[in-house]
């Protein structure tokens, strides 16, 4: 009877590429329920979140390819910093997008609610319930935009952790997106 495989154990089985992954398609509907957006946002900031984790994992897998043999070009530091930085902009990049997108859908949704408020004409009962959903889609708003600036906090904690690992590293010339997220950060 052949062994059964061992379960991934530690920091392997947080950091280990999920055999399951899956798309997820972000709809305006998870631009208007808070409660989604923030739970898909927290798992894009996990990177963010272990880069000390993932750079120590990473830096292992290089050394571990150079005892095998099979080494890249430059040292085992310098090849994980790449590999992570990578990581790092890709991951920022569609958080990017994502936050970007979701407060274009609710702007244009408070766009429509503010011109059926002053559709609603005189009728009192609908002016009052025109200004409720009005104030509500405000507070969403104002919530997907405070997401902007945690956006920034995180990213500038990961840049300073990755700097702090990986002093020497500067994106290459060839990568203009990544060079513009170094400059940004």
Not at 43 to 70: H, P, V
């Amino acid at each position: 009877m052949p062994p059964s495989k061992q379960p991934q154990l530690g920091s392997l089985a947080i950091q280990a590429p999920t055999l399951n992954t899956r798309t997820v398609h972000v709809s305006p509907s998870t631009c208007h329920d808070i409660s989604v957006f923030k739970d898909l946002m927290n798992q894009y900031r996990k990177l963010d979140d272990t880069i000390n984790m993932r750079l120590n994992r990473t830096t292992a897998q290089y050394r571990d390819r150079e005892r095998s043999g099979l080494s890249g070009k430059g040292d085992v530091e310098e090849q994980a910093c790449v590999q992570v930085w990578r990581e790092l902009v890709a991951n920022w990049s569609r958080r990017k997008d994502i936050v970007d997108y979701c407060v274009g859908v609710v702007d244009q949704s408070l766009d429509e609610k503010r011109r059926s408020l002053q559709s609603a004409g005189d009728d009192a009962s609908a002016q009052r319930r025109a200004k409720g959903v009005l104030y509500a889609e405000e507070v969403k708003r104002n919530q997907l935009h405070n997401e902007l600036t945690v956006e920034t906090i995180v990213r500038k904690r990961a840049f300073d952790a990755f700097r702090a690992r990986c002093r020497y590293f500067e994106p290459p010339p060839s990568e203009p997106e990544a060079r513009n997220w170094w400059d940004a950060v």
